[in-house]
Structure formats: structure tokens, C-alpha cells
């Protein structure tokens, strides 16, 4: 059974409007969360993370927020731009270790 | 700027084939992954090399072994190739253990006949 989900395989959104995406994980001793994101005919790139220990971190236009209770965790892009189009991937670690458990990832798509 | 190679972009085998992916990287990292991607599955952890001759299983190692004779290579090897081992491959590395970012390869697409 798949530890992080990703229940949205796909994602529209208007340029210039907030994409949210959304990532579900069951396994509560993960510690750290990752997004990661993937053009096609290239290998993924890291975006952003987030340390159990925080509920929201920012960078430029990607937030990351973090709600342990519920076990979830979103990425926020605003605005979004056509350039965004590609695959997100989240993904989990636990105990300050190097292994990350990947969700099945959303196809994001930022139409002009 | 971090580079990670790998051998081929695409490669068509038949069953029953040995199969060897190659990938490098040219920034010392001591971490290398291989994974697999899946529709639907996102990326599996196949095998992890944290030093040069050491190999930890990931979640999916069966019907694959892997090496490491030198630190900027690691190699994934198919030794009977079959048609559900068709799929896109991806390396990884990072400098140490801890939290530290895995930088990827572009990928080889496999295609098992």
C-alpha cells in the first residue's frame, strides 16, 4: 500500500491563478516532505521542503504547508505561470535519513 | 552544477536479455538511487549505494542487482530481462546521508519485448 498519495493525477489551471496541489501520506513517523517536479524527457528537480517541525515554508512563489493531524501536505503556486506545467511529486523521509517515499505524482497544466 | 549521466535515453531488449544501465555523476556524492517510474506509482526505490562496493535494497529489488566498483558510478543490472521490467529508470545521487537534495538523471526508458 502506497505510504504518500497523490489522489489527484491531474490539475488545469488559468495562468496567473493559484494552483494547488495536494498530498496524502499515512506512515506519521515521516519527518520531512519534499516536492519535487518533473519535465518530460528530463529526470525531477527539487522545488521546495518542509520539516515536520514547521506547518508552512515559502519560497518565491511556492508555499508548502504542512498539517500533521491530518497527515497532508499542499503545494501553493502563485501565480501560476505556463512554465509550470509539468509533473509534482511529493515525497516523505523519516529519521533524518537520505530514502524518500514518492507519491504517484499530478500533471500540472497552466493554460495562457 | 551537479550532473547526472546515464547510458542511454532509450533501449529496446528482449526477454531473457542482460540488462546493464549505466549512470555517473560528477560531484563526489557519496548517495546514489535507482528508481523506477510507474503511471500512477510515481518514483520506487530499487537500490541505494551510500560507498563505493555497499548496496541497500530499496522497496522493489527483485529481479534486479546493482553495483559500485567506483564512487561516480553505479550500475543497475537486469539479469533476466522481462516484459513487467518495462518501464522509465531513473538515477539519483546525493553528497551524504542527512537531508540532503537527490539530484536526478534524465532517465532511460526500457522497453522489454
Known amino acids: 500500500d502506497q505510504q504518500v498519495k497523490q489522489n489527484s493525477p491531474s490539475l488545469s489551471v488559468q495562468e496567473g491563478r493559484i494552483s494547488i496541489l495536494n498530498c496524502d501520506y499515512t506512515n506519521s513517523m515521516f519527518d520531512y516532505f519534499l516536492w519535487y517536479k518533473k519535465y518530460p524527457a528530463e529526470g525531477p528537480t527539487f522545488l521546495i521542503s518542509?520539516?515536520?517541525?514547521?506547518d508552512k515554508n515559502e519560497d518565491g512563489r511556492f508555499t508548502v504547508f504542512l498539517n500533521k493531524s491530518a497527515k497532508h501536505l499542499s503545494l501553493h503556486i502563485v501565480p501560476s505561470q505556463p512554465g509550470d506545467s509539468a509533473v509534482y511529486f511529493c515525497?516523505?523521509?523519516?529519521?533524518?535519513?537520505?530514502?524518500?517515499?514518492f507519491g504517484g505524482g499530478t500533471r500540472l497544466m497552466v493554460k495562457p | 552544477d551537479v550532473k547526472v549521466t546515464q547510458s542511454s535515453r532509450y533501449l529496446v531488449k528482449r526477454t531473457g536479455e542482460k540488462v546493464f544501465l549505466e549512470c555517473v555523476q560528477d560531484?563526489?556524492?557519496?548517495?546514489m538511487f535507482w528508481y523506477r517510474q510507474d503511471p500512477g506509482l510515481g518514483l520506487r526505490l530499487i537500490y541505494f549505494s551510500y560507498d563505493v562496493k555497499m548496496k541497500e535494497k530499496g522497496d522493489i529489488p527483485e529481479g534486479y542487482s546493482v553495483s559500485r566498483e567506483k564512487k561516480e558510478r553505479f550500475s543497475l543490472i537486469l539479469e533476466s530481462a522481462s516484459t513487467n521490467q518495462t518501464s522509465m529508470y531513473l538515477c539519483?545521487?546525493?553528497?551524504?546521508?542527512?537531508?540532503?537534495?537527490?539530484?536526478f538523471g534524465p532517465g532511460t526508458r526500457l522497453l522489454v519485448l
Open positions: 518542509i520539516s515536520s517541525i514547521k
Open positions: 539519483a545521487s546525493s553528497l551524504s546521508q542527512g537531508r540532503e537534495t537527490q539530484y
Open positions: 560531484m563526489d556524492h557519496e548517495n
Open positions: 515525497a516523505a523521509s523519516l529519521n533524518a535519513g537520505n530514502m524518500l517515499t
